[in-house]
């Protein structure tokens, strides 16, 4: 398998625009889970799907952050607007029903909102 | 709330010489951890677990302590190489009893 993969590996937009991130679990996992990551705050949990189903996105900052997975080969997380406090890494992950608290990570999608 | 800390956010240590890394959680009910290698440009990988039950568990190069009495744990490296250059992280279980939170991280640097 070639792990999660994610797309784009790097975005750069102005502010106000729309971004939409992208991400391919590994192949049978059955859960997803959307991470942002910022010098300040470190790693944080936005929002975590199991069986393509959002279980918790209390981690969600504000209503311009919304994800999906339509399907258990594909999510999204989309900002809208965007705002230049919204640049940082996010990461996608995926891990396997019988152990979910091993995740495996993408590579991640630099955002830089200027 | 209960949440999972780290002491030291930077650590150096020569090359050949061993690491540490400690971390602390505040939930007593803690029964699984994971610490997680993050190198520059890339996602966190796993690196080694432990289950409560368990106060030591060896990997390649790479030991994991568990200190159940003070809520501690740590990651010990042995004879540190350049390519352990990175940043650790350990996680452990939120408020909710999942395990998908993750600690600030410690960034290890290994000099020459």
């Known amino acids: 398998d070639a792990g999660v993969i994610q797309s784009p590996r790097h975005e750069v937009t102005e502010m106000g625009q729309e971004v939409t991130l992208r991400c391919k679990p590994i192949?049978?996992?059955?859960?997803l889970f959307w991470y942002r990551q910022t010098m300040m705050r470190g790693l944080e949990l936005l929002i975590y799907f199991n069986n393509n189903v959002p279980i918790d996105d209390s981690g969600m900052p504000e209503d311009r952050f919304s994800a999906k997975m339509p399907n258990a080969s594909f999510s999204t997380l989309k900002i809208q607007p965007s705002e230049p406090r919204d640049s940082a890494v996010y990461f996608c992950?995926?891990?396997?029903?019988?152990?979910?608290?091993?995740?495996?990570f993408g590579q991640g999608t630099r955002l830089t909102v200027v | 709330g209960e949440s999972v800390g780290l002491h030291l956010p930077t650590l150096s240590v020569q090359e050949g010489d061993n690491s540490i890394i400690n971390c602390a959680y505040s939930?007593?009910?803690?029964?699984?951890f994971i610490w997680y290698k993050q190198e520059s440009g890339k996602g966190p990988q796993f690196i080694i677990d432990i289950r409560s039950n368990m106060d030591k568990r060896q990997g390649q190069r790479v030991t994991v302590l568990l200190n159940k009495t003070v809520k501690h744990l740590s990651l010990q490296i042995a004879a540190t190489q350049p390519g352990d250059s990175a940043v650790y992280f350990c996680r452990g279980p939120d408020n909710y009893g999942q395990n998908f939170v993750f600690g600030p991280g410690t960034r290890l640097s290994v000099l020459p």
């Open positions: 939930n007593s009910a803690s029964d699984y």
């Open positions: 992950a995926s891990s396997q029903r019988r152990d979910p608290v091993r995740a495996f």
């Open positions: 192949s049978g996992h059955d859960y």
